[in-house]
């Protein structure tokens, strides 16, 4: 299947996968080039200024190559460059591996330039909000906050920027990923954690920058994207099902303490709303900043203002309730002290513990680097979650372990940074299965990387802004849930109605509906009230708004049978739940240019949410085959059509020929 193809007067050297060229190194057209760079990274609140003064980069020449078993061996020279650059090359089970190594370790900078088309599409790199195909830009990867906006041209980032530096840009994300698909039907993984670009704006090619010449990568070719992906997800892991229990109903998020917790359940139920799981992200106390409503990041329960909960979890089996945890550690609390004095947090190059500002208050990151904290932090999860009976948690953070830092392995953290969420993944996932609890339990984390999929079990979408903004709001959800299973995360959630209320934003009614609309297809529905809670319509705020939640929670009830056998499915293959409409017509142009915040649900349904304010229609494309309105019972045939879309009546469709079809015809 992968050949080496030589032209030895031209010392030009071309790597394929059946017909299709992945790499053509010629003296004119370089594939491999080394240098060497100089970066400078600042961290201000998780925001990140990334700059590499780049000193000199050379044009290898190809030098032929050699045989070491099942090996192939490309040789690679240049007059300044002491020794040579090696590329080996092994296939196992059909996913092609190549190593770089270079003898003169003066160099520090590789690029790789892969061969593109000029009609070549490409997807993945990781958890992306702002762009589905990679085409025209560049795409660094290093884990980040997410950004407020996320698009300097709106008046919302450019108010974050003014702030604090946090408005983000199109390729800020919480879960970046060094692998692409194309549309040639090939993907390649970076398997490094090194920061490293994505740079696809060529026409000719696209060209992979990693800081380190030695690296490791994987590429895999097949007859569709869903090979590929059940492929890729061979080499980074697959979640495992989520818990049947947990994927009914709504997890509703909701905090101030057990009185007006129990009270808002009580009011929520009384209206008819299966309610699965509470989630108490406040159980441990809270904080007030100039952002909003903090948490008290001292990971005990507060007794004070959730008293008696230990009973009330007890008390009432059919719920599940849910706390919130990340790796950092606020100065002052006692697990601070703990953790300082057993010499359990990251170092600064001093040999101090390493305090970094979290906005208006001061932490420490725990080393997940060393065996002892990993171990005492796991723990820590045991016995003051799991052990007061919380069967779920939001796992957050991880994206802020700074560059300059040491790690107990000898590490600095610019080496370490992007495979920290990963160990946080890990951390999270081990306490859970030596809990005995991986069929019951569900974390959820933001933050990730590569191999995050073998660990993480619920990938949620981040903070969103409270709007319809392409770059950070409804929208952007459901780019990111795409890239996501496209790069290999196949579960994915948002917070319903988002989270993030600054300067003009709040959330209203309509907003909050059309968010529940879209959640009800997709594999867990959650709320959260935002980092300012007043400012926001709540779920659970009217008997009319509670009603309508209702409703929409038993539509998604209804579709369990379907949804269990997607994540069934996610688990035993890596196939997504959420899917681009190109999987269902890989060969139409339409289906990548045409269907932009529409997305298939499964091979049998597809859900295009209303994603603007103010609208009662939608424009809606569909592939080949025939289609029938789930609230209508209208037919529809392949083409474009404009479809009704009151509120509480997305447009959803699913195939009249379809295995589900019978459950879908009974579920209105």
């Given at each position: 299947?992968w ?14 996968a ?16 080394i ?13 990140f200024?990334?700059e ?13 190559r050699?045989?070491e078993?099942d ?9 300044e ?5 090696l590329?080996t ?11 770089t190594?270079c ?7 590789l690029?790789?330039?892969f ?5 070549e ?12 195909n990679l085409r025209?830009?560049?795409?660094p990867?290093w884990?980040r ?21 946090g ?5 800020t994300?919480f879960?970046?990923?060094?692998t692409?698909?194309s ?7 970076l ?7 994505l740079?696809?704006?060529e026409?000719a ?7 380190n ?5 994987r ?7 869903r ?11 697959r979640?495992p099902?989520?818990?049947a ?19 808002i359940l ?23 900043t100039s ?5 008290q990041?001292d990971?005990?329960w ?14 009432d089996?059919?719920?599940k309730w ?7 550690l ?7 002290g ?9 170092k ?5 513990d390493?305090?970094?500002?979290f ?9 997940l680097?060393?065996?002892?904290a ?7 999860i ?8 919380f069967?779920g ?15 107990a ?5 610019l ?8 160990l ?6 081990e ?16 933050a990730?990387?590569?191999?995050a ?5 619920l990938?949620w979408?981040?903070?969103?802004c ?9 929208p952007?959800?459901?780019t990111?849930a ?13 917070d319903?109605g ?8 709040m ?10 609309e879209m ?7 959650r709320?959260h ?17 509670r ?8 539509l998604?009830?209804?579709l369990l049978?379907?949804?269990?056998d ?12 959420m ?12 289906a ?7 997305y298939l649900?499964?091979?049998e ?27 209508s ?16 009546e997305p447009p959803?469709?699913?195939?009249t020929d ?11």
């Amino acid at each position: 299947m992968w050949r080496i193809e030589e032209r030895e007067k031209e010392k030009a050297v071309t790597l394929k996968a059946g017909d299709t060229t992945l790499l053509c190194h010629t003296e004119e057209d370089t594939a491999f080039f080394i240098g060497t760079g100089r970066e400078d990274i600042r961290m201000y609140r998780g925001n990140f200024t990334i700059e590499d003064r780049a000193y000199v980069r050379y044009a290898l020449h190809y030098d032929g190559r050699r045989a070491e078993g099942d090996r192939q061996i490309l040789l690679f020279s240049h007059p300044e460059m002491r020794g040579a650059f090696l590329v080996t090359l092994s296939e196992e089970n059909g996913i092609l591996r190549m190593r770089t190594s270079c003898e003169d370790d003066r160099y520090n900078r590789l690029f790789v330039r892969f061969t593109a088309e000029k009609k070549e599409r490409v997807f993945g790199g990781g958890e992306q909000f702002s762009c589905l195909n990679l085409r025209g830009k560049v795409f660094p990867v290093w884990t980040r906050e997410q950004g407020v906006g996320r698009n300097p041209l709106t008046e919302v980032t450019r108010l974050a920027n003014a702030s604090d530096g946090g408005g983000g840009d199109y390729h800020t994300t919480f879960f970046p990923q060094p692998t692409f698909l194309s549309s040639r039907l090939y993907f390649a993984h970076l398997e490094n954690y090194d920061y490293a670009e994505l740079d696809f704006c060529e026409e000719a090619y696209h060209e992979l920058r990693v800081w380190n010449t030695r690296i490791s990568m994987r590429f895999g070719n097949g007859p569709d994207y869903r090979t590929l992906v059940s492929d890729l997800t061979t080499i980074t892991g697959r979640q495992p099902a989520l818990p049947a229990h947990l994927m009914k109903g709504l997890w509703l998020g909701v905090q101030g303490g057990t009185k007006r917790v129990l009270e808002i359940l009580e009011s929520c139920r009384e209206s008819g709303m299966d309610i699965s799981a509470v989630w108490i992200q406040d159980w441990e106390g809270r904080r007030v900043t100039s952002f909003g409503k903090r948490l008290q990041w001292d990971w005990r329960w507060n007794e004070e203002l959730y008293p008696g909960l230990d009973e009330v979890i007890k008390k009432d089996p059919d719920v599940k309730w849910m706390g919130y945890i990340n790796p950092y550690l606020v100065e002052g609390g006692v697990l601070f002290g703990e953790a300082s004095e057993k010499g359990y947090f990251v170092k600064n190059k001093n040999g101090e513990d390493y305090l970094f500002d979290f906005g208006e208050y001061d932490c420490g990151v725990v080393d997940l680097t060393s065996p002892e904290a990993f171990a005492w932090y796991k723990e820590v999860i045991k016995k003051n979650l799991i052990g007061l009976g919380f069967r779920g948690w939001m796992a957050d953070f991880g994206e802020y372990l700074p560059a300059d830092c040491v790690c107990a392995n000898g590490k600095e953290g610019l080496v370490m940074h992007n495979e920290w969420p990963v160990l946080w993944a890990r951390c999270n996932r081990e306490a859970v299965e030596e809990a005995g609890l991986l069929s019951e339990c569900v974390f959820f984390m933001r933050a990730g990387g590569a191999l995050a999929q073998r660990y993480s079990t619920l990938l949620w979408a981040g903070d969103q802004c409270v709007d319809y903004s392409e770059d950070d709001g409804l929208p952007s959800v459901i780019t990111a849930a795409l890239s996501a299973g496209l790069s290999g995360m196949g579960l994915h959630t948002s917070d319903i109605g988002g989270y993030t209320t600054l300067f003009h934003l709040m959330r209203d009614e309509e907003l909050l509906l059309r968010w529940t609309e879209m959640a009800v297809f997709t594999p867990v529905m959650r709320t959260h009230e935002g980092n300012r809670p007043e400012s926001n319509v709540q779920i659970y705020d009217t008997e009319e708004l509670r009603k309508k939640a209702a409703r929409l929670i038993g539509l998604h009830n209804r579709l369990l049978p379907y949804l269990e056998d997607l994540v069934k499915e996610n688990e035993e293959t890596g196939i997504p739940v959420m899917r681009p409409l190109f999987f269902a017509a890989p060969d139409d142009e339409e289906a990548y240019d045409k269907t932009l915040y529409s997305y298939l649900l499964g091979d049998e349904l597809l859900v295009a949410p209303v994603v603007a304010a103010g609208e009662s229609t939608r424009d809606v494309w569909l592939p080949e085959g025939t289609w029938r309105h789930l609230f209508s019972g209208l037919v529809y045939g392949k083409g474009h059509h404009t479809v009704g879309a009151p509120l509480g009546e997305p447009p959803v469709f699913y195939r009249t020929d379809g295995a589900h079809a019978a459950l879908f015809e009974e579920i209105i």
